[in-house]
């Protein structure tokens, strides 16, 4: 385990995102950036890797290492993080061209298979919308585990914050707190 945070990868997949439901096809990175955008991450998947819809995943703990091209290192890390090897990341389109897996975007964020994927009566854009519209179920742990530590520390080191939101009046005019007075964390969180 202390191999995957010792070899850092330092080339990661773009995020999906809502738009790639409804956007055109894909193009290379390349074009993309010559037109003044970033490439996409099905940009990414359909011209930067070496795999085909019809290759098949592997049965064991990693994905081929020959798909993955400059992200072989962050897809290996994430198959190990996940327990998961990683899908066949694209599928045909319905005129025979390649196109982003739904299945690769679930992977990618960590979610299990199936958990958007296996909506009945959700098309394949349907699903990448979902799908980039979410979160990082990890990353939102991690986050709302970091906020909760932090008031935890305001309150040792200030005493309870006030409870959210006050009683008192909303003012027309936004007033700077006392010299005197610490910060509060600005979200409330169960105890």
């Known amino acids: 385990m202390a191999k995957l945070y010792h070899d850092n990868p330092t080339v990661f997949f773009k995020t999906a995102t ?3 439901g409804r956007n055109g096809s894909a193009q290379h990175p390349d074009c993309r950036k010559a037109g ?3 490439p996409t991450l099905q940009d990414e998947v359909c011209f930067l890797l070496d795999v085909t819809p019809e290759d098949t995943a592997a049965d064991g703990p990693h994905s081929p290492a020959q798909w993955w091209g400059k992200f ?5 890390r994430w198959d190990a993080l996940t327990g998961t090897a990683a899908p066949v990341p694209v599928i ?3 005129r025979g061209g390649i196109k982003l897996s739904p299945r690769f975007c679930e992977w990618l964020m960590g979610l299990p298979d199936g958990w958007v994927t296996q909506v009945p ?3 394949v854009n349907e699903q990448i919308a979902h799908i980039g519209n979410g979160v990082v179920p990890a990353q939102a742990y991690a986050a709302f585990k970091l906020l909760r530590e932090a008031r935890q520390q305001w309150e040792h080191d200030h005493g309870p914050a006030p409870a959210q939101p006050t009683d008192e009046p909303i003012s027309d005019t936004i007033q700077p707190p006392a010299a005197d007075t610490p910060p509060r964390p600005a979200v409330q969180l169960a105890a």
Do not use: E, F, I, T
């Open 92 to 94: 045909r389109g319905p």
């Open 18 to 20: 809502a738009n790639l």
């Open 72 to 76: 072989g290192p962050a897809v290996h």
């Open 121 to 123: 009566g959700v098309s």
């Open 36 to 38: 003044g955008h970033g």
